[in-house]
Nanobody
Framework: VQLQASGGGVVQAGGSLRLSCTAS????????MTWFRQAPGKEREFVTA???????YYADSVKGRFTISRDNTKNTVYLQMNSLKPEDTAVYYC???????????????????WGQGTLVTVSS
């Protein structure tokens, strides 16, 4: 599976961005799909995931502001980010893995396939 993330950019606090993650080699519908992020000087952290059955999970820090969705016809997963804060500044990565189980969704080392990352910068 190859993942291509896009949509990052610079936005003012309170603004919105939509990230996309397009998969090739496998259909998105066959996998749980996840977004992680890594802020400067910090470890990579779980942001949100969408399962094959479209159940969604969010980190507490983004709940109510971010929405993950999937368009199987385009083999793409989206991350709609609203009410952005400076602390959302990070490189955002999409990730997936064959055989991923729900209890491992938030664990970075459970993932085999990663997109290249897209930078989101939120200015205050």
């Amino acid at each position: 599976v190859q993942l291509q993330a896009s949509g990052g950019g610079v936005v003012q606090a309170g603004g919105s961005l939509r990230l996309s993650c397009t998969a090739s080699g496998r259909t998105v519908s066959s996998y749980h799909m996840t977004w992680f992020r890594q802020a400067p000087g910090k470890e990579r952290e779980f942001v949100t995931a969408i399962t094959r059955s479209r159940n969604t999970y969010y980190a507490d820090s983004v709940k109510g502001r971010f929405t993950i969705s999937r368009d199987n016809t385009k083999n793409t997963v989206y991350l709609q980010m609203n009410s952005l804060k400076p602390e959302d500044t990070a490189v955002y990565y999409c990730a997936t893995s064959a055989g991923l189980i729900l209890s491992s969704l938030r664990l970075e080392n459970a993932y085999d396939y990663w997109g290249q990352g897209t930078l989101v910068t939120v200015s205050s």
